[in-house]
């Protein structure tokens, strides 16, 4: 009797155990093929778990880890392996070099990776600092800046649709709920830098030179170019009241905004994050956000919101002509981009209560079911059957969030820029940044 009863007091111990045991500790929120991502800086330089929604929210959200990590203090853009994770430093991300850094004004060599170069435009206290990336340049509040728009606006032919769809984006601005429009910027990393910078592509004409004789192929995992491949990331940001940059919930940033004096405090909300890589050469899109920027619809409101009053029930939804805007998410997280959220969320708690990036999620990653080589010189490049659809950011898309919209039928018709108007541009694999290249 005894022995049967100590078998059924460990049976009971054993099942309540397994009842308050999280969920993630007893199953692997990456399905079969991967362990779950760490708090630590790496990033897999090809696909690492399963080809699913499971796998691709594991893999973008151990890339979002690296990129957010604290950046080295003397080597741009590598993670500093003795710094906290969630610290009040500049991250490895902000240490690429930006759109502005890479494309100069008369299509001039930007230089070597390492080299900060200073921006004589800018006030001299503050520019070694832009440079260095411990202060942000913002000058861009829209998703497209007006370059890379009027470089789209001269291709031929372009699908209505997309046109339509660019052309509202790119013309529209995003207001918080302060009145303040959202900033924008676009940075790359030291292999897609340096694939750039030796290749001439910096440059528009030097870009049509190279366009005549090789494809642009964005390097993807180690290469000459460094260990990683190319990753690029756009970032969206908002100027923070007193309130919101003592609440602790956002990454936050110095910023010189539009090129004025006195610096402002900005707060991250909004991350697009793209890597391609050799067996998914149509790369692997991840968009992050901020869990307080606006409710999603059909969803209790729970708020506050940095984007949306909730006692205002009679503003307009994601009109572009509202400041503020009044904005909502009209489509759901990804459910499996939700599980391995919630499951990072509990993991930089446990590192460090205090990491303002357990504030954010991951909305969706979009990656081709059926991956295709890139074998064409010009648009659109095959898109390989993208998943999930639609795929869409709050505070980056906020002015098109349509059921067919996703970013590989979009960046599939990304190009170089064009040199004179009958001959068709080169495509520039998927990435709208070469559009920043100018001549003298």
Same mark, same amino acid.
Not at 23 to 45: D, M
Not at 66 to 81: E, F, K, M, S
Not at 401 to 419: F, R, Y
């Given at each position: 009797?005894?022995?049967?009863?100590?078998?059924?007091?460990?049976?009971?111990?054993?099942?309540?155990?397994?009842?308050?045991?999280?969920?993630?500790?007893?199953?692997? /929120?990456?399905?079969?093929?991967?362990?779950?991502? =760490? $708090?630590?800086? #790496? %990033?897999?330089? *090809? +696909?690492?778990?399963?080809?699913?929604?499971?796998?691709?929210?594991?893999?973008?959200?151990?890339?979002?880890?690296?990129?957010?990590?604290?950046?080295?203090?003397?080597?741009?853009?590598?993670?500093?392996?003795?710094?906290?994770?969630?610290?009040?430093?500049?991250?490895?991300?902000?240490?690429?070099?930006?759109?502005?850094?890479?494309?100069?004004?008369?299509?001039?060599?930007?230089?070597?990776?390492?080299?900060?170069?200073?921006?004589?435009?800018?006030?001299?206290?503050?520019?070694?600092? /832009?440079?260095?990336?411990?202060?942000?340049?913002? =000058? $861009?509040?829209? #998703? %497209?800046?007006? *370059? +890379?728009?009027?470089?789209?606006?001269?291709?031929?032919?372009?699908?209505?649709?997309?046109?339509?769809?660019?052309?509202?984006?790119?013309?529209?601005?995003?207001?918080?709920?302060?009145?303040?429009?959202?900033?924008?910027?676009?940075?790359?990393?030291?292999?897609?830098?340096?694939?750039?910078?030796?290749?001439?592509?910096?440059?528009?004409?030097?870009?049509?030179?190279?366009?005549?004789?090789?494809?642009?192929?964005?390097?993807?995992?180690?290469?000459?170019?460094?260990?990683?491949?190319? /990753?690029?990331?756009?970032?969206?940001?908002?100027?923070?009241?007193?309130?919101?940059?003592?609440?602790?919930?956002?990454?936050?940033?110095?910023?010189?905004?539009?090129?004025?004096?006195?610096?402002?405090?900005?707060?991250?909300?909004?991350?697009?994050?793209?890597?391609?890589?050799?067996?998914?050469?149509?790369?692997?899109?991840?968009?992050?956000?901020?869990?307080?920027?606006?409710?999603?619809?059909?969803?209790?409101?729970?708020?506050?919101?940095?984007?949306?009053?909730?006692?205002?029930?009679?503003?307009?939804?994601?009109?572009?002509?509202?400041?503020?805007?009044?904005?909502?998410?009209?489509?759901?997280?990804?459910?499996?981009?939700?599980?391995?959220?919630?499951?990072?969320?509990?993991?930089?708690?446990?590192?460090?209560?205090?990491?303002?990036?357990?504030?954010?999620?991951?909305?969706?990653?979009?990656?081709?079911?059926?991956?295709?080589?890139?074998?064409?010189?010009?648009?659109?490049?095959?898109?390989?059957?993208?998943?999930?659809?639609?795929?869409?950011?709050?505070?980056?898309?906020?002015?098109?969030?349509?059921?067919?919209?996703?970013?590989?039928?979009?960046?599939?018709?990304?190009?170089?820029?064009?040199?004179?108007?009958?001959?068709?541009?080169?495509?520039?694999?998927?990435?709208?940044?070469?559009?920043?290249?100018?001549?003298?």
């Amino acid at each position: 009797m005894g022995g049967q009863f100590r078998a059924l007091s460990a049976g009971l111990a054993l099942s309540v155990a397994i009842l308050t045991t999280p969920i993630h500790a007893q199953t692997n /929120v990456c399905g079969l093929f991967g362990s779950p991502p =760490t $708090i630590e800086p #790496k %990033i897999h330089p *090809d +696909v690492a778990y399963s080809q699913n929604s499971q796998g691709f929210s594991c893999q973008m959200w151990q890339a979002f880890i690296y990129l957010t990590w604290p950046a080295h203090p003397d080597r741009r853009g590598d993670p500093d392996p003795t710094a906290t994770f969630g610290s009040l430093k500049p991250t490895v991300w902000e240490t690429f070099k930006t759109a502005e850094q890479v494309f100069l004004p008369r299509g001039d060599d930007p230089g070597a990776w390492l080299n900060a170069a200073v921006n004589p435009a800018l006030d001299p206290s503050v520019a070694p600092l /832009v440079a260095d990336g411990r202060v942000r340049h913002l =000058t $861009i509040s829209s #998703k %497209i800046s007006s *370059d +890379v728009l009027a470089n789209i606006l001269r291709q031929k032919p372009l699908d209505s649709k997309i046109l339509e769809a660019i052309n509202r984006i790119g013309r529209s601005i995003l207001h918080d709920l302060n009145g303040n429009p959202v900033f924008h910027e676009v940075s790359v990393n030291e292999d897609l830098y340096k694939y750039i910078q030796q290749n001439g592509l910096y440059n528009a004409r030097k870009q049509a030179e190279y366009a005549n004789t090789s494809l642009i192929t964005l390097p993807m995992g180690a290469t000459d170019f460094g260990r990683t491949g190319a /990753v690029s990331v756009k970032a969206a940001w908002k100027i923070l009241s007193p309130a919101e940059e003592q609440s602790g919930r956002f990454h936050t940033a110095q910023a010189l905004v539009q090129g004025k004096l006195p610096l402002r405090t900005v707060g991250l909300v909004g991350m697009h994050v793209f890597q391609p890589m050799f067996n998914l050469r149509q790369g692997a899109w991840a968009t992050f956000a901020h869990v307080d920027n606006a409710p999603i619809r059909g969803e209790p409101l729970r708020g506050p919101y940095s984007f949306y009053d909730v006692r205002c029930t009679g503003c307009m939804i994601n009109d572009p002509t509202s400041n503020p805007t009044q904005v909502m998410q009209f489509f759901p997280d990804d459910p499996a981009a939700k599980t391995v959220t919630r499951y990072m969320q509990d993991e930089i708690r446990r590192k460090n209560p205090q990491a303002p990036w357990q504030y954010y999620k991951l909305v969706a990653v979009h990656w081709p079911r059926a991956p295709r080589d890139v074998t064409q010189a010009n648009t659109p490049l095959p898109t390989g059957e993208p998943t999930p659809v639609p795929a869409l950011n709050a505070v980056l898309e906020t002015f098109d969030q349509a059921a067919q919209n996703s970013c590989l039928t979009c960046h599939s018709n990304a190009a170089i820029v064009p040199l004179n108007d009958s001959t068709p541009p080169a495509a520039s694999y998927y990435s709208f940044v070469f559009g920043r290249a100018k001549s003298p």
